[in-house]
């Protein structure tokens, strides 16, 4: 398997009040799958009903996208909704229609 086989996300998940989650994984569909249906009662997620996929960002090499994790957790709040309009400025859920 060569390395442009691979893919992996940096997402932002957003709750119907505003909080913003910021993750990454090697398979987007099914890591929100597992957000939205709130196998972990304890995790961040669960507890502020971050649901809403409202940005996504791709990358086939693993450090890259870790470090651009830590990058956006870093922004400020201002910054992160910037980002977001840049992709989504409606803010749609963007797995909306996903399984």
Same mark, same amino acid.
């Given at each position: ?28 569909? !099914?890591?929100?799958?597992?957000? &939205? ?7 961040? +997620?669960?507890?502020? #009903?971050?649901?809403? @996929? ?16 830590? !990058?956006?957790?870093?922004?400020? &709040? ?7 309009? +840049?992709?989504?400025? #409606?803010?749609?859920? @963007? ?5």
């Amino acid at each position: 398997m060569s390395k442009n086989d691979y893919c992996f996300s940096v997402y932002i998940l957003a709750s119907a009040s505003g909080t913003l989650y910021v993750g990454v994984t090697n398979d987007l569909v !099914r890591r929100v799958r597992e957000h &939205r249906e709130g196998r972990n009662i304890n995790s961040f +997620t669960h507890q502020y #009903q971050c649901r809403h @996929l409202v940005y996504h960002d791709e990358s086939p090499y693993v450090l890259n996208a870790i470090e651009e994790e830590k !990058r956006i957790k870093n922004m400020s &709040r201002l910054e992160k909704e910037t980002l977001i309009r +840049t992709m989504n400025p #409606q803010w749609n859920d @963007l797995a909306k229609d996903w399984p």
